[in-house]
């Protein structure tokens, strides 16, 4: 039982470089989302997807980009990683309308420099 | 849009207390809401979720939460904490009008004292 599966787990960067975290999930759901956790603030969502070629914008996008090109996979990009951007960054997905559980992946914990 | 409010970041709780976490929210709509729970170094789980049917739901490891419409709340309660509670919990609302989102409140770091 896999369930949601993101890599890499820890990522240090230097300010400029850029990164592609993937997330993917095998419960065949339509909805995936990623979020960043960070003390006292709570998840914040930045991107998420309602499926498979579809993106759209959460309460904090700036700086990031995502991609759904396969229904299994949503992969998050940082083009110039700064340090605003140290966080811990979790992935979900849940199967649709009504049912609301969302299952979440391990996190990735993201140091920028 | 909907949101939760979660007040005390940390909470401190004696073996064997009654564990109460509070939550308020607000919705335009009858909302749906959720409680989760992350342990040190892993993701969320679902500990229990409130979806218009019974309005005492209860969950796993023994905690259990009560939708109170007037009070706009849905305070978690847990009669006897254990060790094993110490977690964060984030109480979360969604109206499903939003793609399934949920807006999640800040958390609440429960610290259980032997």
């Known amino acids: 039982n896999a369930g949601v599966t993101q890599t890499p787990k820890f990522r240090v960067l230097k300010t400029g470089q850029s990164m592609t975290l993937l997330c993917a999930q095998d419960m065949n759901h339509e909805y995936m989302y990623w979020y960043r956790q960070d003390p006292g603030m709570g998840l914040r969502l930045i991107h998420y997807s309602v499926g498979e070629g579809t993106t759209a914008k959460g309460e904090v996008p700036d700086g990031y980009n995502v991609s759904r090109l396969k229904k299994q996979n949503f992969l998050l990009g940082l083009e110039s990683a700064a340090p605003s951007q140290t966080s811990v960054y979790f992935c979900a997905s849940t199967q649709g309308a009504r049912t609301g559980e969302l299952f979440f992946g391990e996190g990735s914990r993201l140091t920028v420099l | 849009a909907q949101s939760v409010t979660q007040l005390g970041s940390h909470v401190s709780v004696s073996e064997g207390a009654l564990v109460l976490l509070r939550c308020n929210y607000s919705s335009s709509v009858p909302p749906y809401l959720f409680w989760y729970v992350q342990y040190p170094n892993q993701g969320l789980q679902l500990l229990l979720k409130y979806t218009s049917a019974a309005t005492l739901v209860k969950g796993i490891n023994g905690f259990e939460a009560e939708f109170k419409k007037s009070e706009t709340s849905f305070h978690l309660t847990k009669p006897s904490a254990h060790m094993s509670d110490a977690a964060e919990y984030f109480c979360?609302?969604?109206?499903?009008?939003?793609?399934?989102?949920?807006?999640f409140g800040k958390g609440n770091q429960v610290v259980v004292i032997p």
């Open positions: 979360a609302v969604s109206d499903f009008r939003g793609n399934n989102r949920l807006a």
